[in-house]
Nanobody
Framework: QVQLVESGGGLVEPGGSLRLSCTAR????????MGWYRQAPGKERELVAH???????TYSDSAKGRFTISRDNAKSTVSLQMNSLKSEDMGVYYC???????????????WGQGTQVTVSS
């Protein structure tokens, strides 16, 4: 059974920092692309950052320069360091693990349960 367990969310003041972590169980972590998505109330889930199995990273425009995604294959963990947080960063953050059997196949995706990030003074 695949499990992605997120932690690290909470309440932080504008300009503050949080570090989210996601630990995966039941998958071969090292071959999966890992990502963080955010869903704000009334909005669709959107990409925050990805990190490939080769450590290539992708960030949304809003995350560039403020957030850093990293992975530790030995611990099956992906982290998201979030600095200079703004109110628009608020939402539920979901961890994603995905892989493709072939380069053209539909990706197999697993989601975590989400962790709430609230930015408020």
């Amino acid at each position: 059974q695949v499990q992605l367990v997120e932690s690290g969310g909470g309440l932080v003041e504008p300009g503050g920092s949080l570090r989210l972590s996601c630990t995966a169980r039941g998958i071969i972590f090292s071959i999966h692309r890992m990502g963080w998505y955010r869903q704000a109330p009334g909005k669709e889930r959107e990409l925050v950052a990805h990190i490939s199995s080769e450590d290539f990273t992708t960030y949304s425009d809003s995350a560039k320069g403020r957030f850093t995604i990293s992975r530790d294959n030995a611990k099956s963990t992906v982290s998201l360091q979030m600095n200079s947080l703004k109110s628009e960063d608020m939402g539920v953050y979901y961890c994603l693990a995905e892989r493709r059997i072939t380069s053209t196949s539909t990706p197999i995706r697993y989601w975590g349960q989400g962790t709430q990030v609230t930015v408020s003074s």
